[in-house]
């Protein structure tokens, strides 16, 4: 060992502790043995094991990047480390985690969990048969216990972690196990190194990784006994006490009484022995142990007590234990003994948390006194203790702690964390609860932070006995991941602020930016709200670019809809089918909306689509529902009509979309081309040309959501920023206006034209939406079938209307419930007949309007309405859904 | 995270992928079936607990529907078969 | 359609980052691109493979290339062909007689290069697939997600993998991966 000097502060105190050391090896180095008090007993409690099992001791650490609810036994010591004891509960921290966290993904032939001696050997076996290797082990350093017994791992078996096909992954803990062997692990790469937070190298880095084959060698925890005040600061694991005082040089005990079942308290009391604390005694519960390590104690000439366990402890002031009660399993005959470390060897669990992550059910193992791992399919498979591979000289008692009285079982904990007792436990068996499963959410056993690591075990094993049956008859061990705590950052990783999901813009976005739009987040893309200029809210900017759209010319960026190009010979007769209209028949070189609805008969999804050869269309689909209409083409095409000749492609990036609109979009139009007859007779309502418009081929189509005579001029994306540039300079003197989706929301409404998604939500017919013009009668379509549903044609179904609000100046809150006049100022609950789904103040009206779904609406126009909210009653009257130019006269300009 | 074997391009992470229910659920004729026939089709599917031959489309890669035997308890994936191909045997256990 | 360099601006405007001795990242941009449908064994596969210069290959993550094309299949009857030859000239016989389709999808999606020594680790950051080398050899191709975004992954040759990104994902990947070059550089 070096003779350097770490630095840490404790609770606002300084220590000094090693290299090698955890916060809690250091600490007790420095006699800390009360360390802090339970959560909601406020008991005494003190360090109790030595790794991830450790209950009692959590910190907040302050230092680094910050973390709370640490076990101070599985923190490495680095110098200035600032760390500060909790009373079970931790605090988040007030400031942002800011260290760099990341992600990286791997497939290997074989994942070994736990590089003590059975995981290296199961790694060499793997890799010296030439197969790729992860290993992956959550300490400081490889070998198990071989390394709590600063014994050497066999240098064979560190040579194979040095091949090229195996990677190691040291302070790396698996926290999951999933379906067809993918694993999810976190690797701590900094914080055992100083208490720095890097940018240039991440924290945590989680690996996920899909094996074809795991191994899993994750060992075994020591448990404790139940008995009165076994909780006290001096009370702990032996194997952990042990380890302390061995590898660690702690010096806080002088005496200790060990408590066992097994043959590991014997080895634990002769560790102790050899580094100077007096063991005054073994007791044993088993009438005639023997062995190795018995033959040990008994040379050490220690007193060994058989048939005898703990049964009590006392305490000095402050809470330490001072002497500990030994009797039989009965409580006959007791004897207190003086000691300051009262160690219990209470017998091995394995480790089956990740095991029973993905199904497989531990078994009873009786000689091992453990629920054990015994598994090998081509997915999984286990060893060494995992799997009951424990002492081979070693006959463990199954035995979890004496009888208790009610005031004995009310201080005799199970579960450290929970505070709970072996008096809940009864509390439990009494209420009628049987499975542990019921037991765990009636008393909280397990369900904290150590997520019971210590408890498990012993909880099957005392309602066994409280109903007079085996552990294994109790029900099965299940465990969830994370099987320790772990950082959201860390699962996280990159995928925060900006990277948490991609953020789609158009070739145009720039332009936007530089403007001065805010955003509105259309699924993930961004598009231009509004444009304001200096001065204006929404509200004014919105009135300006409608108004400008309705006098002059605005141009929009629709770049974001959905474009699917359909080829094929049957590209027409597949349309047919799909939407509500006829499209086989649109001639080469027009274009027309069209509707599609579910199987259900529902409108999912509406778009322009566009002949631009005998056998090929240009479907559009609205922004949000691109990617699943081309799966609902797909779907179609490939499993149900697998005849037909079609085939569809995505091309959503391929175009970008400039919009001009208005009465002066024509003469805007024709500057932007100069050689293209832009008059009303050749390039007519619907109809799309192909020409060079700013020196690049374009298409353009004459379609209008707005009502207003407009162009859709389509390029390559490339262009698209071009094309936008080229309308903004050559408009300058027609006040051309950029405008957003707020306002296109405004203009399509005032026309009453639906928007899916605002106005539908799935369970709206086209009839429901007065559009029973776009539905054929003379063909089959989709979900055609369904309008003769009872409940497709019953009457009385929600159905578009307008409304317009008394108070001109009120723009009614979107979703807003409607009811019959009558009914605005009954008791509540009020009846509703509809609802609002869009509603905006309109420029052209000059005041506010809405759109809506209220039962039997069409027939209702002109009756009066309120809508009754929080703060006011709105008055309003049903109107027909379109607000101006019903005629549609401006659409030719 | 499922590991699914798409027939094209062999196992893939479950996010590339879209769910599409039991498989085998034949579209009616629908001038031919009843209103009941016709709901059954448009609302109901099976739901076993154990093997279900379900439908999956490859949506993030190749974009094809295909149908696989998967177990509804333990998330095991039996064979997979293409739209319009003889289904392979119910896998056993 | 040829590129009129005056007027076309790509997603990433030729951005370079990184050094070709540990990993390097760069937009190639204004690649030509197609999607072509076909089915295998059909008029309309076989002339399209004339076109090429080679068989399609009809095996999903295959690809195959000649002087001027490179064609990734990504489905039964699907591949993606990057190259500078005039396909739709080649291909216009095909195109009016047979069952094919031919769609320019050059500005659908833009070209990432990500080349040196630490490629594939940078890749495997985002990258849920088998990037083993026995798994994706050269020439190997793949769609799927990266960092969120569709992409086409192409294993063009040593330390050299081609990403395709659907264009308006184009920033957030970059963003994505020249982060993820953190600890190599």
Redesign the interface.
Known sequence: MTNEILNFTFDGSPYIGRPGDTLASALLRSNVVHFTDSSYKERPRGIFGLWVEEPNALVTVETGAGETMVPATTIELVDGLVARSLQGVGDLPDTRDNARYDKTNRHVDVLVVGAGLSGLMAAAEHARAGRSVIIVDDKPEVGGHLADLQREVPADLLDVLALPNVTHLQRTTVIGLYDQGYAVAVERRTDHVSTEVRSDMSRMRTWHIRADHTVLATGALQRPLVFANNDRPGVMLSHAAATYVDKFGVEAFKTAVVVTVDNQGYRDAVRLAHNGVQVIAVVDIRSKPSGRAVEAVKELKIPIFTNKTAVDTGAIAGGRVANVTIASAEGNNPEIINTDLVAMSGGWTPTVHLATYIGIKPTWDRACAAFVVRHKTALHSTTGMLSGDFAEDDEPMVFFGPILDQQQAEVAFVDHQRDATARDLRRAINAGMRSIEHVKRYTAIGTAHDQGKTSGTITMGLIGQALGLAPDEIGSLTFRPPYIQVPFAALAGRDRGLLSDPVRTTPIHSWHVNAGAPMEDVGQWKRPWYFPQAGEDMHAAVLRECAAARNDVAVMDASTLGKIDIQGPDAGIFLDRIYTNMFSTLKVGMSRYGLMCGVDGMVFDDGVTTRVGENHFIMTTTTGGAAKVLDWLEEWLQTEWPDLKVYCTSVTEQISTVAIIGPKSRELMGRLSPGLDVSNEAFAFMENKHAEVSGVAARIARISFSGELAYEINVPAWYGLHIWESVMREGADLNITPYGTESMHVLRAEKGFVIVGQETDGTQTPDDLGMDWIVSKKKDFVGKRSFSRADTSRAGRHQLVGILPDQGDYVVPEGAYIANASDANVAMPIKHIGYITSSYPSAELGRSFALALVANGRERIGERIAIPMADRVVTGVITDSVFIDKENSRRDG | ???IPCP??????E??F?Y?AEAHVA?PE??E?S?AD??K???IRSNPKGWLAE?W?H???????FNVWRNTV??E?GPSYK??TAQPEKPTS | MMVNSEYARSPLSGAQHGRDDCVSIKEVAFSRSFDLRAEPGSDGYNEANLALGFVLPAIVGKSASSENFTALCLGPDWWYITGTGDLFGELSHALATTHISLVDVSAQRTKLEITGPHASDVLAHYWEQDLRVSHFPVGACSQGILAKAPVIVWHCCENCYVVFVRSSFAEHLWTALTDATVEYL
């Open positions: 995270m499922l590991h094209y391009c062999g196992p893939r992470d996010t590339e879209h599409g579209y629908p001038n079936v209103d016709w709901a089709y448009i609302f439908r489309v949506s993030a890669g190749c974009r094809r529907w333990t998330h994936f739209p319009f």
